[in-house]
């Protein structure tokens, strides 16, 4: 072994030493989450593990869970691919939805969202707190019972169910409720006064 290949090893020990250092505090489905996301950045994404549905550390192994997805397998890529959303608020819909039925990670915060539009390899959201905030206002998600946490709507999960269909997406788009429309219309009204 040559001295650079030495220090090459050591230089491998120590990062991977600091990744496991920095993984420690974290649930194991946290762990993988950063594993893949770091992996789908470097183009590992065939080398995935398969998760286990009771991985989660947050619910309970003896806890009824979902039936689940016909290809349970699919990437958060190959999900967006398939339903092919046009903006950011239909892109955090289809994340909202994928760690909601894929991820069993029903409330989410921003940083989840912005993770998995990583691991999916998709487009930065140049705003993420504001993509979030767009699509709460735009009835795909609401508030979750964690202070500081989302979830998304259910006229949202049908929204998402039905992309890439566009018109059957039209039908089951959420509604703004009345008072934050009366709200922008008396903003406007206020805006032609002054």
């Known amino acids: 072994m040559t001295e650079q290949d030495q220090i090459n090893d050591q230089s491998i020990y120590a990062v991977v030493d600091k990744v496991i250092q920095d993984l420690l505090p974290f649930d194991q489905h946290s762990r993988l989450r950063v594993y893949r996301t770091v992996g789908t950045f ?20 003896n ?3 979902e039936p689940q997805f016909s290809s349970s397998d699919e990437t958060p890529k190959e999900f967006l691919l398939q339903k092919r959303p046009n903006t950011n608020v239909e892109r955090v819909a289809c994340l909202a939805y994928y760690l909601t039925h894929y991820r069993d990670t029903p409330h ?21 707190s504001q993509a979030i905030r767009d699509a709460d206002r735009a009835g795909y998600l609401v508030d979750a019972t964690k202070k500081g946490m989302k979830q ?36 406007r009204a206020e805006g032609d006064h002054g």
């Open 42 to 61: 470097f183009g590992f994404e065939d080398s995935y593990p398969k998760i286990a549905r009771n991985v989660d550390s947050r619910v309970p192994a």
């Open 63 to 65: 806890v009824p869970r």
């Open 108 to 128: 989410f915060k921003t940083i989840d969202i912005n993770m998995l539009n990583t691991e999916a390899a998709q487009i930065k959201l140049s705003n993420p």
């Open 152 to 187: 998304l709507s259910a006229p949202g999960e049908k929204y998402v169910e039905t992309l890439p269909d566009r018109d059957a997406a039209k039908k089951v788009r959420p509604q703004t409720s009345k008072r934050s429309r009366r709200k922008t219309s008396t903003n």
